[in-house]
């Protein structure tokens, strides 16, 4: 019997987008199980980010869309290493703005970069509602 080939990714998912669905499908593509681990606001207050969204919605969401096997939450940097090892993940995965940065994976399992859906980010979007609602940016 073949071993189900297990992808992990990392991600805020605030104000989730068609830029997050299209990289989920893709990553799904991927192998045959797709563990998605979301930012927990605590962490994300570490990371100077604020989410419109808080953790437990985030979480509820991702769960809930069909190319997405488990949600577990990330807490800090340094858990990648340990999730990769306590999930068997074959494929660590991220969108290629952040080409290279987890390279030391290499040692745990496939890493790959990619692509990510053009003109359109979360940070574009909480611009432009910060526009509409006449909120500066500084």
């Known amino acids: 019997m073949k071993k189900e080939k297990i992808v992990l990714t990392y991600g805020t998912f605030d104000m989730f987008h068609i830029g997050h669905l299209n ?13 998605v681990a979301v930012s ?9 980010k604020k989410t419109l969204i ?4 985030r ?14 939450s990330e807490k800090k940097w340094e858990q990648k290493i340990d999730d990769i090892k306590k999930y068997n993940v074959d ?3 991220m969108g290629d ?17 990619l692509p990510r859906t053009q003109n359109i980010s ?6 432009e509602l910060n526009k509409y609602l006449g ?3 500084e």
């Open 23 to 35: 990289l989920l499908n893709r990553l799904k593509r991927l192998g045959d199980k797709l563990i």
């Open 40 to 48: 927990t606001d605590e962490f994300n207050s570490i990371k100077g």
């Open 54 to 57: 808080p953790f437990e919605q």
């Open 59 to 72: 979480a509820l969401i991702v769960q809930n869309i069909k190319c997405v096997d488990m949600v577990i």
């Open 91 to 93: 494929i660590f995965a």
């Open 97 to 113: 703005d952040w080409q290279g940065k987890f390279d030391f994976l290499k040692d745990y399992c496939e890493v790959i970069y």
């Open 122 to 127: 979360t940070t574009e979007l909480k611009k």
């Open 135 to 137: 909120i500066s940016d």
